[in-house]
């Protein structure tokens, strides 16, 4: 099993970056490239909660999502070909006084399989570098849709 842990500062208010995550619609992988558009279900959705299929490359999970909370998000892995046990993750939202946003996140990944144990173990080794940039790749999207531009138009 490893748990990483992430934190970035972000422009994006708690809702606004709340908002991208819970977006399930067309164009989720420009958001977060961990989750194709074509490996994506919906299978319920609430005002508050969802549970939905995801993933890429040959790995996926089904995950309860629930931002009932406004500062404290969760996603619970209850389903997927390599993750189980206690894998999911957790997004923790402090609103600073300049206006600015701390993101804190703690993803655990427990295998549930030879294959799962082996990414588990490969990301307790580089986890954090990977899935940081791709975390990192994610507020910069989040804020970029808030101002209404692509992070393309930014480049």
Known sequence: MSTIHFTKTTTST????????????????????????????????????????????????????????????????????VWGGASGHTYTFKRRADGRTDINVVVIREGKNVKGRLLAFVGGLFGKRVLGKAFGDTVTAIEARNRGTSTTERA
């Open 14 to 81: 708690p809702e606004q970056f709340i908002a991208g995550l819970t977006d399930f619609g067309p164009g989720r992988s420009k958001l977060f490239a961990n989750s194709s558009d074509d490996d994506l279900t919906v299978h319920d959705r609430g005002p508050d909660h969802a549970d939905v299929t995801e993933g890429s490359r040959g790995i996926w999970e089904r995950l309860h999502y629930d931002w009932s909370d406004p500062d404290h998000v969760v996603l619970t892995t209850t389903d997927s070909n």
